[in-house]
C-alpha cells in the first residue's frame, strides 16, 4: 500500500519565499535613501569650517543606482564631493593631502557612523520580507 505525502504547505511557503526579494527590494530603497542622505549630511558637516574651502561641502551629494551583479541585483549609494561644482575637485587633495600638508577630512568618517544604522535597518527589512 503507498502512501502519500501532502505537499502543499512546503510548495506554498515555497511560493512566498520567491516573493520575498520583491518585497526587500520595496523596503530597501527607502533605506538606501535614507542611508544616503545620512551619510551626505555627515559628510558635509565633517568638512564644514576649513577655511580655506568654505564652499566644500556643498559639493558633497549622493547618487542611488540600481546595481546588478552575476547573481544579485540591489541598490548602490555613492557619497562625494562632486567636481563639477564650487570647490568639489579639493575633494582629494583635503581628503589624502598633498606632499606639503596631510589630509584635512575624511571620506570614511559619515560612512563608519551610518553603517551598523544601516545595517540594522537592512536586517530587519529582511526578516520582516521573508517573515511575513
Do not use: C
Not at 515555497?14 to 520583491?22: F, I, P, R, S, V
Not at 564631493?81 to 570614511?108: E, V
Amino acid at each position: 500500500m503507498a502512501d502519500s505525502i501532502d505537499v502543499s504547505e512546503v510548495t506554498a511557503l515555497a511560493a512566498d519565499l520567491g516573493k520575498a526579494g520583491q518585497r526587500m527590494a520595496r523596503v530597501a530603497l527607502p533605506a538606501m535613501h535614507r542611508a544616503g542622505i545620512a551619510i551626505r549630511d555627515g559628510m558635509r558637516a565633517d568638512a564644514s569650517g576649513i577655511s580655506h574651502a568654505p564652499h566644500f561641502p556643498r559639493s558633497i551629494s549622493y547618487d542611488l543606482t540600481e546595481a546588478y551583479g552575476w547573481t544579485t541585483a540591489g541598490y548602490e549609494v555613492e557619497v562625494g564631493p562632486d567636481k563639477t561644482k564650487t570647490q568639489g575637485a579639493l575633494g582629494n587633495i583635503l581628503a589624502f593631502g598633498t606632499a606639503r600638508q596631510g589630509p584635512t577630512f575624511s571620506l570614511d568618517a559619515s560612512l563608519n557612523r551610518e553603517v551598523p544604522k544601516i545595517a540594522q535597518a537592512l536586517g530587519l527589512a529582511a526578516a520582516e520580507a521573508v517573515l511575513s
